[in-house]
């Protein structure tokens, strides 16, 4: 009698080592430039909501028909960020 065939049967953690390890994510890499630091991020505030709805009354009052409105709007959305 194989006592350690029993007792792995009843196990339901046998056999789970014998998977691969898992890979590593995010290793000292020296080929990888490090990431930007905050000081070397954007300092500019983002606009104010005041400064958005001037430029949407002045877009909405520029447009020649709602497509072209829409138009400007998506335009000015996509240039605030």
Do not use: I, R, W
Request: charged fraction near 20%; glycine fraction near 8%; aromatic fraction near 6%.
């Amino acid at each position: 009698m194989d006592l350690q065939g029993a007792s792995e049967k009843n196990d339901p953690e046998a056999g789970l080592n014998t998977s691969p390890p898992p890979p590593v994510y995010g290793g000292t890499n020296e080929s990888e430039p490090p990431p930007p630091s905050y000081a070397d991020t954007a300092k500019d505030a983002p606009p104010s909501y005041q400064q958005l709805f001037g430029q949407l009354k002045e877009a909405k009052e520029t447009s020649s028909g709602p497509l072209d409105f829409l138009k400007k709007l998506v335009t000015l959305l996509l240039n605030t960020s």
